[in-house]
Structure formats: structure tokens, C-alpha cells
């Protein structure tokens, strides 16, 4: 099986590891773009626009070659968590998370570099549960600062991983990039 080269917009080393963990070879490259949550958005409208946004950037600044943009989030009572401003934000999160079943959910666009008019954007959304937390393993995780560039103030991936207690779906979702899905995208494009 050969799989197509990627360009990767974005920074996150949890995309970079996901994809070196299948083999998939690829180049990353940042992207900074508006990430401001539009009027009435949804997530998964945020998402998808997100990475989209992401995959243009990045597919403007090659010749030739397939972009892969994502963005994550999570979502619980139809609030959009994204990553947490402060301690004070982490806090509020972990908080609204404690013994709480919330979505995780990834938008993920490919864009051909030389026609960014040739494009696929899907989205993927995965159940987690959060176990109880007491105030002292809110601050202990806090304290570890793990929260701190994670959508919805934590990563499944590290210390995180002491709080879940079910995950409804695709893992890697909540990691930060559903590999199925890239993959079948991919394939059908």
C-alpha cells in the first residue's frame, strides 16, 4: 500500500505523532489563520471551516502536492471548549467536565496544492466521559500545565488519561486527528 505524501498544516506534535505512528509520510508546516468563532457557529461548522482555512493556507504555499488542515474541539451542553485562556479557564472546564459525558470534535480538509478548488472536508465526533474529579486532582492537573494547549483543557494522550473513563468512538479523535477518517478521505479523493 503506497500512501500519498502529505503536507500537514499545522503545528500540533499529536497530528505529527498520529501520523508517524501509521507510517504515513509527511511535511508540517504551521498555519495561523482566525480561529474566532462565528456568530451562531456550530462546532462542527467551526471545525470544518477551521481546517479548511488551515488547508488553503497552507495549499497556497506549494506547487504541487495534498494539504491535510484540522482543528479540534470539545463540546459539552452546546458550549464550544476550546483551549483554556488561563488556570482560572482550565479550571472552569475541568469543572463543567467532572463525572460528565462531553463531544470531541475534529474537522478535517485536504486540498490540493495548484487548485485549492479541489477539496474534502468531513468531520468526526467522539463520546468521552470524564470520571469525577475532586478539587485537588483539578489542581494537581493544572499544576502540570498539560492543560494549558488543549482543547477542553486536557489530552487523552497524558496524564488526562487518569480521568476518563469511557471514550464512545474514534480515540485518535480526541488525540486530535481521526486517521480513518484522513485515510478514507484520502482514498476517495
Do not use: C
Not at 500519498?4 to 507510517?23: M, N, T
Request: no cysteine; glycine share 8%.
Amino acid at each position: 500500500m503506497i500512501m500519498e505524501k502529505l503536507l500537514l498544516a499545522s503545528g500540533s506534535p499529536r497530528r505529527a505523532e498520529i501520523l508517524r505512528a501509521v507510517g504515513w509520510p509527511f511535511e508540517a508546516r504551521a498555519m495561523n489563520i482566525d480561529e474566532t468563532l462565528g456568530a451562531g457557529e456550530s462546532a462542527s461548522a467551526m471545525v470544518e471551516r477551521l481546517a479548511l482555512g488551515k488547508a488553503v493556507a497552507a495549499a497556497k504555499q506549494y506547487s504541487q502536492g495534498l494539504v491535510l488542515g484540522a482543528d479540534t474541539t470539545v463540546v459539552i451542553d452546546s458550549e464550544i471548549l476550546e483551549k483554556p485562556r488561563d488556570e482560572v479557564d482550565a479550571r472552569r472546564m475541568l469543572r463543567l467536565l467532572s463525572g460528565r459525558w462531553h463531544d470531541v470534535v475534529t474537522g478535517v480538509a485536504l486540498v490540493r496544492a495548484g487548485n485549492v478548488e479541489r477539496r474534502v472536508v468531513a468531520h468526526e465526533r467522539t463520546r468521552v466521559r470524564f470520571a469525577h474529579l475532586s478539587d485537588d486532582e483539578i489542581e494537581w492537573y493544572i499544576k502540570s500545565h498539560e492543560p494549558m494547549d488543549k482543547a477542553g483543557a486536557y489530552a487523552v494522550q497524558g496524564r488526562g488519561a487518569l480521568f476518563i473513563e469511557e471514550i464512545r468512538g474514534d480515540y485518535w479523535n480526541v488525540v486530535g486527528l481521526p486517521i480513518r477518517l484522513v485515510y478514507r478521505l484520502v482514498s476517495e479523493s
